[in-house]
């Protein structure tokens, strides 16, 4: 008893040291996805004695990782602040193919855009 005693007061006698703002981050299912012609994975974020890491963080420390000249065209979604931190993400690889993604759909099926009155006179 006298032993832990001693552990105690020389433990507390220690300088303690100052928690910084240490944030890690671990991929993992990488992917290549050619089709919509992007890189995705799930993305771990461990962040101690934080309670959270903001998006825009996220995406500069990606962006500065892989590579990526503009981070706007990297996508952080979904995340859940769990006591080990959130995950998934997906990088696009150019800001074109982003936008170009949302009229994808109709490209194939080759439907042009209408105007609302356009069916209406029909």
């Known amino acids: 008893m006298a ?11 220690l300088p303690r040291r100052t928690l910084t703002p240490h944030r890690r981050l671990r991929t993992c299912k990488f992917m290549t996805n050619r ?7 799930v993305l771990e974020v461990i962040h101690p004695g934080r309670p959270n890491v903001s998006k825009a963080e996220l995406k500069e420390r990606l962006a500065k990782i892989y590579e990526v000249k503009d981070p706007d065209c990297i996508f952080v979604f979904k995340f859940r602040t769990n006591f080990e931190g959130g995950k998934s993400t997906k990088v696009e690889k150019s800001r074109k193919q982003m936008k170009e993604r949302k009229n ?19």
């Not at 089709?35 to 994975?41: G, P």
């Not at 490209?107 to 069916?119: N, Y």
Request: glycine share 6%.
């Open 3 to 13: 032993a832990l005693l001693r552990l105690a007061a020389a433990q507390s006698a």
């Open 35 to 41: 089709l919509l012609s992007r890189k995705q994975f």
């Open 104 to 122: 994808r759909a109709k490209k194939i099926l080759g439907v042009k855009k209408t105007k609302a009155g356009d069916a209406k006179k029909k």
